[in-house]
């Protein structure tokens, strides 16, 4: 029993990070071989079910009324570390905790509509959107959230929050790209 089986070529034993793995962080540039620099993206979604309304446009959106709200957003990296962009695992549930908290069940609104003092004095679980809650407002207000939630977040340096899109019907999308 002189050789254990693999330990003696360097072999992962089964412990610690395999060391026959060069780190991908290290690894300059991620490049395909005679062609130009690629990224990585990685995807988190979530639904909720929100109300909102737009009193500032006449039609049917003027009154109070719900969807079946989906939301997507997505990190971009240059390279990776440790195989990774972005630990899906807390993340996710970042992104989808901080939605079931403040959107779900609930009602979003623009800060000068007048329902919102009276919704909050009955209690109402309500998210003022900049502006007005347009799915447009909606997606930009996600990147903010999860751009907050990346930076306490193991992931791959360079990464950022690089595109959010809502979708609040079948047929209405709406996306935010990073600038
Ligand atoms: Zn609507």
Partial sequence: MRHL?????????GRG???????????????HRGGPPVSHCISVA???ETAHRL???PGKCESL???SWWAEVTVTAPRL???MVVEFGPFKSALRRWIDDHLDHGVM?????????VLRQHGTKLYEVTGWPTVEN???MLAEVAAEQLADIVRAPGSFVSSVVVRETAVNRAAWTAP
């Fill in 46 to 48: 979530h639904s909720f």
């Fill in 65 to 67: 009324h719900g969807h």
């Fill in 17 to 31: 990070p395999r060391p026959h793995r060069v780190p991908d962080s290290a690894a300059p540039g991620r490049v």
């Fill in 138 to 140: 909606v997606a930009a």
């Fill in 81 to 83: 570390a440790a195989g």
């Fill in 55 to 57: 009193p500032h446009l």
């Fill in 5 to 13: 089986r693999g330990t003696s070529r360097g072999v992962h034993a």
């Fill in 109 to 117: 609104l623009g800060p000068d509509d007048p329902l919102v003092g």
